[in-house]
C-alpha cells in the first residue's frame, strides 16, 4: 500500500512539473499530455527554422547588385562567403574604374556584405560593366575563403 502511494505522488509530482513546463491550464491529466505534445512540436519546429536560417548563413550565396542613380552615381550591394581581401579587391576594382567612394558600410558576421554608393569620375560606365568588375574582384584568387 506505501509502495503504491510513493508512485501515485511521483507520477502526481511528474505531472505537475509537466504542466508547469508547458504552461498547460489543464487539470486532466490527458490534457495535460497534449498540452505538452504540442509544446514539444512547437520547439521541434522551432529548432528546423534556426537549422535552415544555419545552413542559410553557411551556404552564403554570393550576390552583387548595382543600380544606376543621379547620372554618374550607383549602389552597389555585394554579398558573398568570407575571404581574405575581399574588401580591398573590390576596392581595387573601384579605383581601376574610376569609381569614387561616397558612402560604404561593410559587415563580416556571417560572410562578407557590403552596400556602398560610388561615383564615377566618367559618364560612360554602365551597370552591366560596374557588376563584372565587381565579381570579377570578389573571384580573384586573393578574395577566396581562407
Known sequence: MDSRFRKRMALRRKFHILRTLTSSKSVKKSSIVMD??????KLKLKLEAIQREYSKLMNYTQEVKVEKINGKRF????????????????????????LNVVQARVSCNYGFG?????EAEDQALDVRAVTEAVLKAIEKPGGDEA
Open 75 to 98: 549602389i552597389i550591394r555585394v554579398s558573398c562567403k568570407k575571404g581574405e581581401d575581399i574588401l580591398v579587391s573590390i576596392l581595387e576594382a573601384f579605383d581601376e574604374m574610376g
Open 36 to 41: 505538452a505534445f504540442l509544446y514539444i512540436y
Open 114 to 118: 557590403m552596400d556602398a554608393i560610388v
